[in-house]
């Protein structure tokens, strides 16, 4: 997910402070802005909905299935997802795919804040008796944990998640730079997009997935446990996949245990 870092390391130390700010959104939001239709993309079934310039791909469950609120990584756009989204209506899942703004077609320059802002707004709409379970994909791991800690922890006030998904999930930008780089923790100070997961781990109460690659180059594994060790759910399972990196998690070995988990929910 956040390989580019590494250029922001390189920036960071060539003193490029000035515009720091937009470089560092640039290198860790490098989002496909290309608006696709959901037939042309090979999801006939979707519908597209576009909301203040925020587009929304989605579908309705099945009678008695869940839905899965679906928060992308930062790699591509919706159209890349395709796969997953027809797997997961061939189960009788519902599906509501938010693209980031800067993604996929929606307006908007990509930040944290402004993420932020624009799933919350989503989140808001649904209907209070919904049964979501919230799936996070990378870096949209940071964003669902940032909307657990911001809208639905009280569910007197929204719907409350009856379950989170978190595929590869990092503790913060912070980490995964400190981890991949050592000694450049002082640099990391100027960091603005911080995505600080941890700081949110006590709201995963609801029962709880998470998932992450042994081989994992770009997102250390030991970050994914951490959040799951600190996680106080008393129905959580940590998904270790032998031999499996950062974008292979969806195998002929793991699907079942995402069945088996979302099936739970119904």
Avoid: C
Wanted: no cysteine; hydrophobic share 45%.
């Amino acid at each position: 997910m956040l390989w580019r870092l590494a250029l922001l390391i390189g920036l960071l130390t060539g003193g490029a402070w000035l515009s720091l700010g937009a470089i560092e959104r640039a290198i860790i939001y490098p989002f496909d802005a290309t608006r696709v239709p959901p037939a042309t993309a090979g999801a006939p079934n979707m519908q597209e909905v576009e909301r203040a310039g925020l587009i929304t791909w989605q579908a309705a469950a099945n009678p008695g299935h869940p839905t899965i609120f679906y928060l992308h990584g930062n790699a591509g756009n919706l159209a890349d997802r395709t796969g997953r989204f027809s797997r997961f209506m061939a189960r009788g899942y519902g599906v509501i795919a938010p693209a980031y703004p800067g993604s996929s077609g929606s307006a908007g320059s990509p930040s944290q804040e402004g993420i932020s802002q624009a799933i919350r707004d989503i989140w808001h709409d649904l209907p209070r008796d919904a049964r979501v379970v919230i799936y996070g994909e990378s870096l949209g791991t940071g964003v669902a944990m940032q909307l657990l800690g911001s809208v639905v922890t009280d569910a007197e006030k929204g719907l409350a998640p009856a379950g989170v998904i978190l595929e590869a999930p990092f503790t913060s930008v912070r980490d995964v730079a400190s981890a991949l780089y050592p000694g450049i923790e002082p640099l990391l100070d100027h960091l603005t997009q911080e995505w600080d997961s941890m700081a949110w781990a006590a709201n995963l109460t609801m029962p709880l997935l998470v998932v992450h690659g042994q081989n994992d180059k770009m997102i250390p594994p030991a970050q994914g446990r951490a959040l799951f060790n600190a996680a106080p759910s008393a129905d959580k399972r940590f998904l270790h996949v032998p031999g499996a990196g950062h974008t292979d998690l969806w195998r002929s070995d793991t699907l079942p245990v995402f069945w088996n988990f979302i099936d739970r929910i119904k």
